[in-house]
């Protein structure tokens, strides 16, 4: 018997791939089809499938060409199944000519002619753009712009900002630039507001009332009324709604949390985050200190993220102290918020003009996760026990630090009509909740 193996992702699922399907069933007697698993995907840069690896599978096994279906989830994994299966020949498409030489080694290569005129992007494509208005004045602006590209199905309608000098040239001279956040929005499906947190809730509830999409960086609201508000408001719309905390969209994080919430480390006692960056806040005027991000609206948001997501918002007690750098304290340089829980207690520690070591350390009765600085571009963490012996360390590329993934999350949650985010609703009234403890002084020390 002359078994054949090919792989592939196989989404949408076209004439293209079942044209190649059976010129491959063709070349032997028995065809094994390897289906890519989603992570190995993201790994590899297909970021915009839009089916499960579930519905893939189903949609192969449908077309009845396959003897056996396998899931290909590792680099390398075709030269194990090649071994593994006694496979005789190893094919697929002829966009991929050259690339699998090296599997000459092992068994017969062969090219089979790509079917012209049809292709998976495509069809994604054809779905309806998504306008996307950029909104605010942050470099993250210019971040975002970039990571859009990678993203199918979206194209930018333009931006509103306050203040042009975040807009990087490239960024200027590529799109149309709206007078009025109005005017905006009469031209998008959907905005992203990266605008001075003090604007975000007023700009989240104009866009939503407007029947827009949103997708804001967190804080949404400087309270937890406003952000609950927001919240019912989207909900009756019919719009999407969604926080940009672009951490939560990481692979390695999403691992972590569930390596923790399984047990790995058995039960979580404490969760220590602590996120800071330098900013010469002391030279700045009054002025230019109301146009920066304090601390807690800089960086609370990450380090609070894992405390929510981990332990909930549920906490006993919690205690603020904030070093501020204005009369008003409204602009706190670093903050330490400590948390007690029912039976585990929880510290962040953030600053805006204070530089500390920024990692996340989660404490287990059995062992601990420890992810080193900048843990909020996670892409790497360790599982350190008792015994050296038994730690375990992951590494989960991260391109665009997170960014592309969030804006993923957000045009499927559109066009499924329902709420993909990664974010909990309860996490993000939480975060917005101790933002407007710190501004309106509730039970804040100062130091
Ligand atoms: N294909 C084709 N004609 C098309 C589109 C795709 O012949 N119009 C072939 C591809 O060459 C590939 C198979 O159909 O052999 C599956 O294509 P994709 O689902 O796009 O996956 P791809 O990543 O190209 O698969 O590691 C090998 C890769 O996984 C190959």
Not at 25 to 46: E, H, M, P, Q, S
Not at 197 to 214: D, I, M, N
Not at 337 to 350: E, M, P, T
């Amino acid at each position: 018997m002359k078994k054949v193996i090919t792989y592939g992702t196989y989404d949408l699922l076209h004439y293209g791939h079942i044209r190649l399907l059976e010129r491959a069933k063709a070349l032997g007697d028995y065809l094994i089809v390897g289906v890519t698993a989603d992570d190995f995907d993201k790994t590899r840069g297909k970021i915009n499938v839009q089916q499960s690896l579930m519905e893939r599978l189903e949609a192969v096994r449908a077309t009845g060409i396959a003897d056996e279906i396998i899931v290909e989830e590792y680099e390398g994994q075709k030269i194990d199944d090649i071994r593994r299966y006694g496979v005789d020949i190893f094919t697929v498409g002829s966009d991929w000519k050259g690339k699998f030489d090296y599997l000459n080694e092992y068994c017969r290569v062969v090219y089979l002619e790509r079917t012209e005129g049809i292709s998976s992007s495509e069809l994604r494509e054809k779905k309806r753009q998504i306008c996307l208005g950029l909104v605010g004045e942050s470099l993250l602006l210019d971040k975002f712009e970039k990571e859009s590209h990678y993203v199918n199905g979206i194209v930018v309608s333009g931006i509103y900002t306050g203040n042009e000098d975040f807009l990087p040239d490239s960024v200027k001279s590529s799109y149309t630039r709206f007078e009025t956040y109005e005017e905006l929005l009469e031209y998008s499906d959907a905005v992203y507001i990266v605008s001075h947190p003090t604007k975000h809730y007023e700009q989240v509830k104009k866009a939503l009332l407007s029947g827009k999409h949103v997708l804001c960086e967190s804080p949404m609201a400087m309270s937890r009324e406003e952000c609950e508000e927001v919240y019912e408001l989207a909900e009756k719309k019919g719009c999407i709604l969604m926080e940009a905390i672009k951490t939560a969209y990481s692979t390695a994080y999403c691992r972590l949390l569930l390596l923790a919430k399984s047990g790995v480390i058995g039960e979580v006692v404490s969760v220590d985050s602590v996120c800071t960056s330098l900013r010469d806040i002391n030279s700045l005027n009054p002025l230019d200190i109301s146009n920066e991000w304090n601390s807690i609206c800089y960086w609370g948001p990450n380090a609070m993220l894992p405390i929510f997501q981990l332990l909930g918002s549920q906490y006993a007690e919690r205690s603020i102290a904030a070093h501020f750098a204005d009369e008003a304290k409204k602009f706190d340089m670093f903050t330490k918020i400590d948390f007690i829980y029912h039976n585990a207690v929880a510290s962040l520690k953030v600053g805006n003009g204070v530089k500390s070591e920024g990692e996340l350390v989660i404490s287990g009765t059995k062992g601990y996760i420890y992810v080193p600085a900048p843990w909020w571009k996670t892409d790497y963490f360790e599982i350190r026990y008792e015994n050296p012996n038994d730690n375990k360390r992951y590494f989960y590329q991260l391109d665009g630090e997170g960014i592309r993934y969030e804006i993923v999350a957000f045009v499927k949650s559109i066009e499924m009509g329902k709420i993909n985010s990664y974010i909990d609703k309860d996490v993000s009234l939480s975060i917005a909740g101790i933002v407007g403890d710190l501004y309106n002084g509730n039970q804040v020390k100062s130091f």
